[in-house]
């Protein structure tokens, strides 16, 4: 199961840190993915991380402003977002890449989707 968390309301040009555990069976899940749903909008993709080399992927709208890390000791990944916009409001969610789908970007490609966390940038 994943549980994100982190969410909250912040100015434009704000930071926020969003984390996503992992409990349960994740011996499956070869990487974690951030993704994002904006009211109206079709789910898409953020960021994502390897578990064991830490290798990184970003959504050309995020990068440079955003940071995906992890935890493995405790089966967590985090988001740090800086610089945040009032196009970055959209409910983010987590969820495990199994093996053979790293670099897919694709919503279909990921799987276990945890409880979303909402943000907020007010302009």
């Known amino acids: 199961q994943l549980q994100a968390s982190g969410g909250g309301l912040v100015q434009a040009g704000g930071s926020l840190r969003l984390s996503c555990a992992a409990s349960?069976?994740?011996?499956?899940?070869?990487?974690m993915g951030w993704f994002r749903q904006a009211p109206g909008k079709e789910r898409e993709f953020v960021a994502a991380i390897r578990w064991m080399s830490g290798s990184t992927v970003y959504a050309d709208s995020v990068k440079g402003r955003f940071t995906i890390s992890k935890n493995n000791a405790a089966n967590t990944v985090y988001l740090q977002m800086d610089s945040l916009k009032p196009e970055d409001t959209a409910v983010y969610s987590c969820?495990?890449?199994?093996?053979?789908?790293?670099?897919?970007?694709?919503?279909?490609?990921?799987?276990?989707w945890g409880q979303g966390t909402q943000v907020t940038v007010s302009s």
């Open positions: 969820a495990n890449g199994p093996s053979g789908k790293w670099g897919s970007k694709l919503e279909r490609d990921f799987g276990s």
């Open positions: 349960g069976r994740i011996f499956s899940s070869s990487h």
